[in-house]
């Protein structure tokens, strides 16, 4: 059975940080590119930051560049997002992605959600 479970989000005060986590199983997680996406109220939900199965390379939304760090453990079939000085305009359900590099396979959690308010 494929699962994506995420957790850590919360609600906290703007400046402050959240790490979310992502554990995956039933997939092929060394295979797959990692990819977390946000959806606030009434928006689309939007591409946040990815990571390749090798962490060689990571990409991230304009929004949160040197904001947002992205990271993954193998051996722990999990992947990170650390979002430092968080802004009321980061509140959305956070969402993250497998998708299986050779195959596209692609599986979704269920999301947690990150409000940043004073």
């Known amino acids: 059975q494929v699962q994506l479970v995420e957790s850590g989000g919360g609600l906290v005060q703007p400046g402050r940080s959240l790490r979310l986590s992502c554990a995956a199983s039933?997939?092929?997680?060394?295979?797959?590119?990692m990819i977390w996406y946000r959806q606030a109220p009434g928006k689309d939900r939007l591409l946040v930051a990815s990571?390749?199965?090798?962490?060689?390379?990571?990409n991230y939304a304009d929004s949160v560049k040197g904001r947002f760090t992205v990271s993954r453990d193998n051996a722990k079939v999990t992947v990170y997002l650390q979002m430092n000085s968080l802004q009321p305009e980061d509140t959305a359900v956070y969402y993250c992605?497998?998708?299986?590099?050779?195959?596209?396979?692609?599986?979704w959690g269920q999301g947690t959600q990150v409000t940043v308010s004073s």
């Open positions: 039933g997939i092929a997680f060394s295979l797959s590119r």
């Open positions: 990571i390749d199965r090798t962490s060689a390379r990571t």
């Open positions: 992605k497998a998708v299986h590099e050779i195959r596209g396979t692609e599986y």
